[in-house]
């Protein structure tokens, strides 16, 4: 089961690890972190964003993508 049909959730908040209990959610978050909030920055990501995506993500885990 998934949350709202979704899969996985993609934000660059870094702080959403410490301030959500995920453990029990029906989603997989998937936290790009980069030097701004910028589509430039955020671009340079997506290639590793994909790969994870690739290789499996588990719902109720925290994934962090950096450059």
Do not use: C, H, P
């Amino acid at each position: 089961m998934t949350a709202a049909g979704f899969e996985v959730f993609f934000t660059a908040d870094q702080n959403l690890q410490y301030q959500q209990n995920l453990k029990n959610a029906d989603i997989a978050v998937i936290v790009l972190s980069a030097a701004s909030n910028s589509y430039k920055d955020l671009q340079k990501l997506m290639a590793s964003a994909r790969k994870q995506l690739a290789e499996g993500v588990t719902a109720g885990q925290i994934y962090v993508i950096k450059e």
